[in-house]
């Protein structure tokens, strides 16, 4: 079992940076591939970012040179440095880790960016 626990998300102009952060508890860090999705009102969720284990990372077109993913093992926490922040960025942002034998997948609670002038 894995329980996860996002922050950092807030109201902030377009243009502006945001520092997410999700801290994993409860199981062994480094064997979870980590991502961060998103939905917006009326909307699928959507994949923003991954980080496997051996930190390769994947992002979705819309975030690609705003967004950066990061994982701190030591530390069991996964981040999303998300710069130029657009209208089209708000959402609520959720921390996600896969199990990379047994491929369990667990949730955190999402927090939620605002971006607005």
């Known amino acids: 079992q894995v329980q996860l626990v996002e922050s950092g998300g807030g109201s902030v102009q377009p243009g502006g940076s945001l520092r997410l952060s999700c801290v994993a508890s409860g199981s062994i860090f480094r064997f979870y591939a980590m991502g961060w999705y998103r939905q917006a009102p009326g909307k699928q969720r959507e994949l923003v970012a991954t980080?496997?284990?051996?930190?390769?990372?994947n992002y979705a077109d819309s975030v690609k040179g705003r967004f950066t993913i990061s994982r701190d093992n030591a530390k069991n926490t996964v981040y999303l440095q998300m710069n130029s922040l657009k209208s089209e960025d708000a959402a609520v942002y959720y921390c996600n880790a896969k199990h990379i034998v047994s491929a369990v997948v667990y949730w955190g609670q999402g927090t939620q960016v605002t971006v607005s002038s």
């Open positions: 980080i496997s284990v051996g930190t390769i990372t």
